[in-house]
Structures are given as C-alpha cells and as structure tokens.
C-alpha cells in the first residue's frame, strides 16, 4: 500500500508538472505576442505626428472593428473608450494570435484615441481603463493616472456563453465579421464618455474554474510620454513654446487679471490677448497650457546670480511623486506643478509672487532629463517699435488711392474714382495695456482750398485718419472704409466695431454736427458723427471749439496757401483711473479700464517717442478718457483716407510715421 501510494504521488506530481509545462510554453506564446503588439502599438504613439502633420505625439490608433486588419478611421464619439480587434496592419504586424490561436483585441481609451480627438491631450491625461486580476486587486497602479490609455487582450479559448462561429469567416484572423467582444472578451466596455471600464485578466484559479481566461497587457500615459519626451522635435516643440510666449508677453501687452483656478496663464496664452499662434504652435499651446504658470512681477535665479523680471513664465514639466492633475480643482494647485521652494515662491494665485524662481539648469530648457524640473522664462519689458523708415514696405495697401513711396519712406492717399478709400495697415500688433503708446507723423495735403474761411470754393474733400483696431482677431483688416467715411472702419465691421480715431477732417458735413473749420477728432468706435445726437457714450458731443476730443479753434487750415507740413503727436496712456488724471501700468490682479488719449496738432520738438510730452508745457490740442475694453489690450493700426475726384479732389501725403510701445 505504501509503494501504491508512493506511486501514485509520483504519478501525479509529474502529470501536473508535464500540465504546468505545457501551460508555460502555452503562455510564453501569448505573453510574446502581447508584448509584441504593445511595443508596435508605443512605436505608433511615438511617431504619431511623422504621419499626421501639425497633431500631437502620443495618440493611438482606433481599434478594428470589421476583421480586415485595419485601424477604423474614427469610432464612436469623443472621448468615448472603443473596443475591437487589434489593427495589425495598421501597424505593420502579422496577425499575432495568442496560444489559442486566437487573434489579439484591443481597447483604447477615448481620451487617448486618435479619432475624434479629445479636447487636451498631454502626459497628464488620464486613461479610462481600470486593470484588475480575479479577485479585485488592482494591476496598473491604485491612482488615476495609472489608468492605462490602452490594454491588449489574448481572449484565449472560448467560455461559458461566448459563441466565436467561424462561419463567413475571413481570412488571416478568422471568425465572423459580426463577432462581437463579449463573445471573447469577459468584461464589458462603457460606451458613456469619459466613463472607466474595469477589466478583469485572468489567474492561474480563474483559468481552472473556466470564469475568466482573458489574459492582457496595458499602456500608460507614462509609458507613452517617457519615449515621447526622448525625442528631440517634442522637446523643441516646448522651447519653441515657451520662447515664443517669452517673446511675445515681453513685447505684447499681457492680461492683468488672472483667474483662481487657472494658474494665471489660461487667459494669456488665448489668441484675443496678443499671443496668437496657429498650426502647430496652436496645436502645442492648445495641449499644453495646463503645465504653464505666470506670475507678475517676479525675479529668477540664474548661474550668476538673481534677475528682475516684468514677469516669469513657468513650464511645470512632468508630474513628481506627490502631485496629481486628475481633476479640475487638482489643476488649479500650483503645488500639483511646482517643486521645492518655488511653490511657495509662487504663492497663492492672483498675489505677488515672492520669487526669485529657479532657472539655473539650462536657462529654461526643456530635455529628457530634467523633464520634471520646473523651467522658467523672464519676461522683460521690450519695446515695440513701428515706423515708415523700417516697416514701410510691410504695411498692407487696401482699397484705392495708396501710393507708398519706398525711396522717401512715405505713403499717398490720393483721390479715386469710386465710393471705396484707401487703407495703409500694419501687420504688427501694437500693445496698448500696461503700456504707454506714443506716435507721431506729419502730413501735407495735395491742394490749396480756402473754403473754410472764404465761405466760397470747392470745400475739397474728405479727410484721413489714423485708426486704432481690436487686435482680438489675430490678425490686421484686410478691408476699407469707404470714400465718404474717410476710408474709416465702421461700427458695423468686425475691426472698427472697436477702435480709437484720430481723425483729420477738411470737408464740412453739416449732418454729422461739423463745424466749418477744418479739425481734429479724437472718436471711437467706428463713428465718425460729433453731433449731439450720435450715441454720446462712444463719441464727443459737439465739435465747437469746446469739447476736448474735437478741436478747431484756433482755425487750423491744413490747406492753406501756400501748403505746409503739418504733424500729429499721439499718446496712448494705459491703466488709468476714471478720471485719467493718475495713469500707471496696472499692477497684478489690477484692471485697465481706463485710458488717457492725446494729441498735440503742429506741435513743435515733438518726434522723440521715447519719452512722454509735457502736457503742462505743451498744451493738448484734443485729449479724451475711455473707458478701454479687453478686446483693445493689443491693436492693430493704419492711416486710412477718402479723397473725392473733380473740382473737389484731395489728397494727403503721409511721412516720418514712428511708433513705440513699452
């Protein structure tokens, strides 16, 4: 009895040993086969925008859902999950079966899916999938960013219900195009967007009670973005980034008011407030502003000691040990992006940072190995600087009647036949808040005209203006006003809608309250009307030698005999309070509501813009206080004319234009 039982020990002990043997060379296959289409499934991510111009790297291909190999071109809706075969031609690979013979499947989350794409997608994204064995415990990781962005199955051998007909089968893979996933997979996929799938991966008791023998491996966000960030086009995507936003705040007029819950750059980076970007710079941004922090003013550190700066942009790099972005009120904690001491150097957001902020490794460039470094940029004060003697040939001609002349650095608007104006616009945006705007030009008209003071003549005609558009558009008017409006843009377009005029008026129109002098207007908003009828809250009231935004007496002829050169000097004062009586660039958190326009006419020494003119010394010829709205922080600007032909032709050559914004 003894020697039996010894025998039937041994017996037994071998047959389970043979068993496990094959078992384990059974799963040597699957675990080769899925670690096969996960690395192709990586390389795919990685190389994501080699195939698909101005798109992010890092998104993965839709699953296949008709047994033909291929990745669907779309599936389902945004940031809906999707589930379906793996797409082995798609991505270059035989069709990978595991050691049931079975093709592999696939499911990836919406937000990582390629097609349609989710609305941000960076190395904070979370995954829609949660990965457990049979009895509950967690594979991927406890957090939400552990939840994978993808997992591959090997269905193995059918189970309990799971019909895989091999009827109107096809070839390579096999089974039915309608075969479904529950006929080979045993968890269900959420088809609720922005919903989680838990998934259960079979065990080694799973498998013997025949429940579950699914078996699987999955892809993280952190999977995906440590190959991403070894390749150098992504790291110049974020220098480019930052350099580009460095440039642009220092240059351009920056938002004052920051949000609680936005790290105080969301606002900044949009297209409305100076920094517009487009293609794949708009791509970049779009996707990664979440990881951008601004602070005003501060200081940064750097090799050889500390440096002042207007305002310092952060790049928060990849998540630390400690740190979550899964949620909205996650983001809106500076201490979820930043590290060390620049967290509390940050602040709460909407105060004055402490700083100064760490930018000794690199000088704030983005590499594979300090990706989880806080980068920080210095943003200083750089003039804008616009004139007829570098930027001429820049300026874009609309309309009819402008004649630039590049060898005197000058530009005519000149009488035309018709009812359109001519336009003389510049494609370089100009900041107005925070900054004090400071121009100056001189002007001479074509024709000698006396009928201001004689009462008799031609009363030649119309004017010309510089007008002041919204730069919310990204972009400078590519249209005119018409002849009779001076070629101004009106309240009815998109860019006169909101504007300053600085008008130059030589031909009386009773209708609109004109005196008969010739004068010069400060108005807003596309109107060109000084009566008292026009809506008071964008214009002035009657142009009668009174009013400080229409002057004409002392009579100015601008026509007279014999023609001169008259000029204009124009300062724009931003941060005001209601009265414009104190005018200060605003401090952080604090409102540019109000500014302070002014123009002296024929006023002489005026042409240096570098620093303000003496309003007590020299006397404004017009000056208004506006109340300045969001969209005019940064503008557009050109001369724009409307001359009439005839015994009433005008025309009015512009010079010596210079601008500066600082």
């Not at 968890?187 to 079979?202: P, R």
């Not at 860019?495 to 010069?520: K, L, M």
């Not at 570098?610 to 940064?634: E, G, L, Y």
Request: proline share 5%; hydrophobic share 40%; net charge negative.
């Amino acid at each position: 009895m003894v020697i039996l039982m010894i025998v039937g020990v041994l017996g037994a002990f071998f047959a389970v040993r043979a068993l496990n043997g094959i078992t384990a060379e059974r799963d040597k296959v699957t675990v080769a086969a899925l670690a096969q289409a996960k690395d192709a499934l990586l390389g795919y991510a990685v190389t994501y925008r080699d195939t698909h111009a101005n798109q992010m790297f890092g998104f993965l291909p839709c699953p296949d859902t008709n047994n033909d190999g291929n990745a669907e071109a779309s599936c389902g809706l945004t940031d809906v999950s999707a589930v379906g075969r793996l797409p082995w031609r798609t991505l270059g690979l035989p069709p990978l079966r595991d050691s049931a013979g079975e093709c592999l499947w696939y499911a990836v989350s919406g937000r990582a899916k390629d097609m349609p794409k989710t609305g941000v997608f960076n190395w904070d994204t979370t995954g829609q999938f949660v990965v457990v064995d049979a009895d509950g415990a967690n594979l991927a990781g406890a957090t939400a960013h552990d939840q994978p962005f993808a997992v591959v199955f090997a269905p193995r051998f059918a189970v309990g219900a799971q019909n895989r007909d091999s009827a109107g089968a096809v070839a390579d893979c096999g089974g039915s195009l309608s075969a479904t996933a529950v006929d080979y997979l045993e968890s269900a996929l959420s088809s609720v967007a922005g919903a989680t799938t838990t998934y259960t991966l079979s065990t080694l008791a799973s498998v013997r009670l025949g429940a579950n023998n699914d078996q699987g491996t999955w892809i993280t966000s952190r999977d995906v973005f440590d190959r991403v960030r070894q390749r150098k086009d992504f790291r110049d995507d974020i220098n480019t980034m930052l350099d580009d936003l460095e440039s642009c705040l220092g240059g351009m007029a920056s938002p004052y008011t920051v949000s609680a819950t936005n790290k105080g750059i969301d606002n900044i980076v949009a297209p409305a407030t100076g920094c517009p970007a487009v293609g794949l710079k708009r791509t970049v941004r779009d996707n990664w502003q979440d990881n951008l922090l601004y602070a005003k003013p501060g200081s940064v550190m750097t090799t050889t000691g500390v440096k002042a700066c207007n305002a310092v942009l952060l790049f928060a790099g990849e998540r630390g040990p400690a740190q979550t972005r899964d949620t909205p009120l996650a983001r809106a904690s500076p201490a979820n992006y930043l590290e060390g001491a620049n967290v509390t150097r940050y602040g709460a957001v909407g105060s004055p940072p402490s700083g100064p902020f760490d930018m000794t490794y690199g000088a704030g460039s983005y590499t594979a190995s300090n990706s989880t470094r806080d980068l920080a940029r210095c943003i200083t004060s750089v003039p804008v600087n616009l004139s007829f003697a570098s930027n001429l040939t820049g300026f874009n001609a609309v309309g009819v009647g402008v004649v630039p002349d590049p060898v005197a650095k000058s530009v005519g608007i000149v009488d035309a036949a018709g009812v359109s104006g001519g336009c003389f616009w510049s494609p370089t945006m100009i900041p107005i808040a925070g900054k004090v705007v400071r121009a100056y030009y001189d002007y001479q008209f074509a024709f000698p005209d006396s009928f201001p003071l004689s009462g008799v003549g031609a009363d030649r005609g119309n004017g010309f203006s510089l007008q002041v558009v919204t730069g919310s558009f990204g972009a400078a008017p590519n249209t005119c006003g018409t002849e009779v409006n001076m070629g101004v843009l009106g309240s009815a377009d998109v860019w006169g809608h909101d504007s300053f005029i600085f008008e130059t008026d030589v031909h009386r129109d009773a209708a609109r309250g004109d005196p008969v002098e010739n004068h010069s207007a400060i108005l807003l908003d596309g109107f060109l009307d000084h009566a008292p009828v026009a809506p008071s809250a964008t214009i002035s009231t009657a142009c009668n030698g009174s009013a400080t935004g229409c002057r004409h007496s002392p009579a100015n002829k601008f026509e007279e005999t014999p023609l001169q050169t008259h000029n204009q000097r124009i300062e724009i004062h931003s941060g005001c309070n209601a009265a414009c009586t104190v005018c200060n660039p605003p401090t952080h958190g604090a409102p540019n509501n109000y500014a302070r326009i002014t123009a002296w006419v024929d006023c002489k020494d005026c042409n240096d813009t570098v620093t303000d003119i003496d309003r007590v010394a020299k006397t404004p010829t017009i000056q208004r206080c506006v109340a300045v709205s969001p969209v005019m922080n940064t503008v557009y600007l050109g001369f724009t004319g409307g001359f009439r032909s005839g015994t009433s032709r005008q025309g009015v050559t512009l010079s010596n234009f210079v601008l500066r914004s600082e």
